[in-house]
């Protein structure tokens, strides 16, 4: 019966796009909890199109993927960070027109390059086929360190997203650290937009949040709950996108998608019981 | 010397001086009470203190030992973090300091010290959202005890409380200010229970207006005008 699940793992793109696939899932479901409670999730929309325009470009000049995009996009998240702090509302149109001249900028210059031009959508959607070795090297390193950094400033991350005021009255340096969640956030993006897409890959970080909030009260369970339901849902999205050739970045989209509305359901259900 | 000086401090926002020519010095174990009507400057002053915002003139400076990091603080009601999940016992954790990334077990310790003390041990492990106004303010105070042995600010700690809620508020400050001798600076709207805790008032309006004992300040024409009687301002 799971015959299937064998034969999957047997082709080794599909292992590779699992394992980045995993990682990245992790990581952006950790950085979301802080990043849709900070009101900051515009952010992650934002930088997944600059990482898109930059992927572009890197393509057409033969640079490397990762090692051109993964320096613009964190320098996008800075300069996206400073904008959604020093003015809420031009903030949130400033990202708006970055991203939107992004996107533009990449299309254009993939539709120039002559050839290229046919994986426009594989871009915007995401491929499971685009992993190289030394891609799957290099996003595990960094997948990790970006685990490992949200661990280790757990603590303070929750002080800071809880309030900030009290965190810089009490002498955190609040700024480092949403320096250092919107850094984390942007190597995330970059790892994992050419599998889901540079149009879907922020749903890897509001869902997962989002979903976990719907029953849980504390930060502790809100962010182990939405890493494992960013997990799950990665799985059988990928699952699913193998058994019936669907896309695989729509798919994990689309579980991700049901399990909010099957959390909101419970959450209804028990309210009502009480 | 005073456990905080301030001396002839203004502050500004983009160029606008908002306050001025702000002194006063704050003693170990001092209860001073900051009144003023609705943008008079007092949560600025806070922020000043906290070093949240710069003062344009005069100085502020920390003495007895006491460092920057070690001030408690309950800032003014936010209700935008309606919706944020955080159980009551992160919420008090959140106020322990320090350089080290996890706590150990004697900070969890302090932190279960201070639920006790503020009476919410009991709920711990419950939602902060799902409390009420009064419960919220005295998690926030447990907080800001934890991040504090000398010097707490509590800005406007009872806005919104109904009365009985609020002068409970009152006791617990009262008690941590003599029992465990922090002194207190405190924003309130309530002139006549400033005047019964405190120690000291400041009143202000883009300047201050007062600032001397509680006794002498009902006397003036500032304090009879803010508590409630007749004047024409
Ligand atoms: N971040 C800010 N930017 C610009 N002006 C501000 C800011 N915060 C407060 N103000 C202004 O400074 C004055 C004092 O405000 P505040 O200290 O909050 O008063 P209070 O706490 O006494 O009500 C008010 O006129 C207010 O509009
Ligand atoms: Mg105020």
């Given amino acids: ?274 | 010397m005073a456990l905080l000086s301030v001396k002839d401090a203004a502050f500004a926002y983009d160029g606008l001086v908002v306050l001025s020519g702000v002194t006063f010095d704050v003693n170990p174990g001092d209860y001073l009470c900051i009144v003023g009507e609705n943008g008079s400057g007092k949560s600025t002053l806070m922020k000043g203190l906290l070093r949240l915002v710069k003062p344009v003139r005069g100085s502020i400076r920390l003495g007895e030992g006491l460092s920057q990091d070690e001030i408690g603080y309950l800032p003014q009601q936010n209700l935008t973090q309606r919706d944020f999940p955080a159980s009551v016992k992160e919420v008090v954790e959140s106020g322990i300091r320090g350089k080290q990334l996890f706590l150990s077990h004697a900070d969890r310790q302090r932190a279960q010290d201070m639920m006790d003390l503020l009476e919410i041990s009991p709920f711990k492990h419950r939602s902060f959202m799902e409390l009420s106004g009064g419960q919220r303010q005295r998690v926030l105070l447990a907080r800001a005890l934890c991040a504090t042995g000398k010097l707490l600010l509590l800005d406007e700690p009872t806005a919104g409380l109904d009365p009985v809620v609020a002068r409970d508020l009152y006791k617990l400050i009262e008690k941590i200010n003599q029992e465990q001798g922090i002194a207190i600076i405190m924003i309130s709207h309530d002139v006549h229970t400033a005047a019964l805790y405190a120690s000291t008032i400041l009143h202000l309006r883009q300047t201050p207006l007062f600032y001397g004992k509680p006794d002498e300040y009902l006397n003036t024409y500032h304090g009879q005008c803010f508590a409630g009687g007749v004047c024409d301002v």
């Avoid at chain 1, 031009?117 to 960094?142: H, Q």
């Avoid at chain 1, 540079?198 to 939405?226: D, G």
Wanted: charged share 10%; hydrophobic share 60%; proline share 1%.
């Fill in chain 1, 1 to 274: 019966m799971f015959d299937w699940l064998h034969e999957m793992f047997s082709y080794t793109f599909i292992s590779r796009a699992l394992l980045v696939g995993m990682i990245v899932s992790l990581a952006a479901a950790l950085l979301g909890v802080s990043l849709v409670l900070k009101r900051y999730s515009m952010i992650g929309d934002g930088l997944s199109h600059v990482g898109f325009g930059a992927l572009a470009i890197a393509m057409v000049l033969g640079a490397a993927p990762l090692a051109f995009t993964i320096p613009v996009v964190v320098i996008a998240a800075l300069i996206l960070l400073r904008l959604s702090e020093t003015s809420k509302i031009k903030g949130d149109a400033a990202i708006g027109m970055i991203a939107t001249a992004a996107l533009a900028i990449g299309v254009t210059v993939l539709s120039l390059a002559k050839g290229v031009n046919a994986d426009i959508s594989s871009y915007l959607f995401g491929s499971i086929l685009v992993m190289s070795r030394d891609d799957v090297t290099l996003s595990l390193a960094l997948g990790g360190a970006v685990l490992i950094l949200f661990v280790l400033f757990y603590r303070r991350i929750f002080t800071v997203t809880f309030d900030e005021a009290f965190a810089r009255a009490t002498g955190l340096k609040a700024g480092l650290y949403n320096t250092l969640i919107a850094t984390l956030t942007a190597v995330t993006i970059v790892l994992g937009m050419r599998l889901m897409g540079a149009m879907l890959i922020s749903s890897l970080i509001i869902f997962p949040a989002l979903t976990a909030m719907r029953l849980c009260k504390s930060f502790l369970r809100v962010t182990l709950t939405a890493a494992i339901v960013s997990l799950v849902s990665f799985f059988i999205g990928m699952s699913i996108s193998y058994l019936l050739s669907t896309p695989a970045g729509a798919s994990v989209v689309l579980v991700n998608a049901l399990f909010f509305l099957a959390f909101s359901l419970i959450a209804k259900l028990r309210t009502r019981v009480q």
